[in-house]
């Protein structure tokens, strides 16, 4: 199996939403996990990353970087309709 392209079927990792976006509570998490937490391809974060389309991303150094309450705030907008509507 493709280690960048994630099943429906498998387990998505838990974590608990962060009360101070960016504080103590917080935690980075890289595109792998990521795209896990979202169940969408690494390939597609890295597109949506080049688009601006996705969640905010930094890079510290040559990796990339995703803050969790960054990437549960980008899932909410899209799951309140706030983002591009569904096919």
């Given at each position: 199996?493709?280690?960048?392209?994630?099943?429906?079927?498998?387990?998505?990792?838990?974590?608990?939403?962060?009360?101070?976006?960016?504080?103590?509570?917080?935690?980075?998490?890289?595109?792998?996990?990521?795209?896990?937490l979202?169940?969408?391809p690494v390939?597609?974060?890295?597109?949506?990353?080049?688009?601006?389309?996705?969640?905010?991303?930094?890079?510290?150094?040559?990796?990339?970087?995703?803050?969790?309450?960054?990437?549960?705030?980008?899932?909410?907008?899209?799951?309140?309709?706030?983002?591009?509507?569904?096919?």
């Open positions: 199996m493709n280690p960048h392209h994630h099943n429906e079927d498998e387990p998505r990792p838990s974590y608990h939403r962060p009360t101070d976006p960016h504080g103590d509570d917080d935690r980075l998490l890289t595109i792998d996990e990521a795209a896990a979202t169940r969408l390939a597609t974060l890295r597109y949506k990353r080049h688009d601006h389309t996705g969640p905010r991303s930094f890079r510290m150094g040559r990796r990339v970087f995703y803050w969790l309450s960054d990437v549960l705030a980008w899932i909410d907008h899209h799951y309140n309709g706030d983002g591009p509507q569904a096919a």
